[in-house]
């Protein structure tokens, strides 16, 4: 597929040019998603922090405007901590393509209103250590205008199968509701693995119970899928729990998750 | 196989006749995995509403005694409810084999000290609707006698490939851990449907954020898998979120693992 950037023509579909700025894992997991995309060419990976770098960006996509067909696309994905995107895309302003960030909690509004502004973010837990299937993650696609919105989706199709286009309020409840799912989820692993630790359990007895509570989800509601005292209302085992648990932050988890799990339950019940 | 029991010879090991009281979930699965284990024979399924049937049993098995060569053995599988155990353990007294309980969070004490008792607990979260494959599922065993927990034992490795001996007091914990990571967990999933349906944004986007969350835990410790705004100590992000959530409830347990998050990366750091 270089051969189309080569040859500077593309026969199906124009080829989109993306640069990313920033460094961390989600960086790299884009990088290597974009890397086995045919109609993308990654031109150039950028740390926030390399300021020079980012200003020769805006020298050479100033010089070079027209060297490319028009019917291509630069996108400029930025990819840093929440609180940078604001600074690093002042730097950008004047750049030849779309700004985007690739953040859940960050309205579109923080980009420079004058460019061409946009949100390309996946929603997905991203470790170095741990190979993820882009094709699965969810991308969640904004713009500032229509033509834009088209390019980011095209270049979400490329990487991704199930692309949405959702505004910055919707992106926001999504990352919130992805907290729990994931953050404080990950946060009950830890509980559960401190348990079996000053208990001297093994925590590996339960890695077959944490996979069949996702998979439940794959297709049962959660209400379906709760099982357990609190759901069925077991005073003496939720009473046996407490007694034997001896750190008191496990001891409010406990009772909090515990009274909600039985709200939820009397409520629908 | 079912020769062996036909012609009342088992050539290589014996053969291990199993009746099993209850017929909820626990029972579903056992017997699913039972009759595609080879040395197993299912006996019988009693519900343990079923008197007259329990009754029989103690009968059967009395007048029957010696009539199945003496190298086989019989277990009696108690798969109800914690509160039910001990009573139809009573009504099985007398019974000829091994009397175990299939809970997580019971003794084995609280079976007749005068039988051959034992515990048969498979740590995973049971649904009708939902497949297990048992070979993954940890059977955690115990008796009171060395002879009868070589058979728990034997009889957990024709349907499982993690075979553990657990007193009481290691399954209790053991118990408890996985309400942390399966029940508390399920719950989270519950309360981001929640917020997700609220404010009109669909939940199955976040259906691979919840299976790659749980898919870390195979390989990562989950204080390394730990990502998000409490691990970061990211206070504009943790505000925002604050700001976002209606329900009391929400924000309580919202409040409570981000705190929890931030002693725990503090602690470690």
Wanted: proline residues 3%; contains cysteine.
């Amino acid at each position: 597929m270089e051969s189309w950037k080569y040859w500077g023509i593309s026969y199906f579909r124009p080829m989109i040019y993306v640069t990313i700025i920033g460094t961390g894992n989600v960086s790299y997991h884009l990088q290597r998603a974009f890397s086995k995309a045919a109609g993308v060419c990654l031109e150039s990976v950028i740390s926030a922090r390399d300021m020079e770098r980012l200003a020769l960006l805006r020298e050479k996509t100033t010089n070079q405007k027209g060297s490319i067909e028009s019917t291509q696309s630069r996108v400029y994905l930025i990819a840093v901590s929440d609180g940078a995107i604001a600074e690093v895309a002042q730097r950008l302003k004047g750049v030849d393509g779309i700004i985007a960030h690739t953040s859940g909690n960050t309205p579109l509004a923080v980009l420079p209103e004058d460019s061409r502004r946009g949100v390309f973010y996946p929603l997905q837990t991203f470790s170095k250590n741990s190979v993820i299937s882009f094709k699965k993650v969810p991308l969640c696609i904004e713009a500032g205008r229509k033509h834009d919105l088209k390019v980011l989706k095209e270049l979400a199709r490329q990487i991704s199968g199930t692309v949405r286009t959702l505004n910055s309020e919707e992106r926001k409840i999504l990352h919130l509701a992805a907290v729990f799912v994931n953050n404080f989820t990950n946060h009950l692993y830890q509980v559960g693995a401190e348990i079996c630790t000053e208990n001297k359990v093994s925590f590996d007895l339960l890695r077959p119970l944490i996979k069949e509570t996702a998979k439940k989800i794959e297709s049962l509601a959660p209400f379906a899928a709760q099982t357990g005292p609190a759901s069925r209302n077991d005073q003496q085992t939720i009473e046996n729990h407490l007694g034997l648990l001896k750190n008191q932050h496990h001891k409010d988890i406990y009772k909090i998750l515990t009274q909600s799990i039985a709200n939820t339950h009397a409520k629908k019940l």
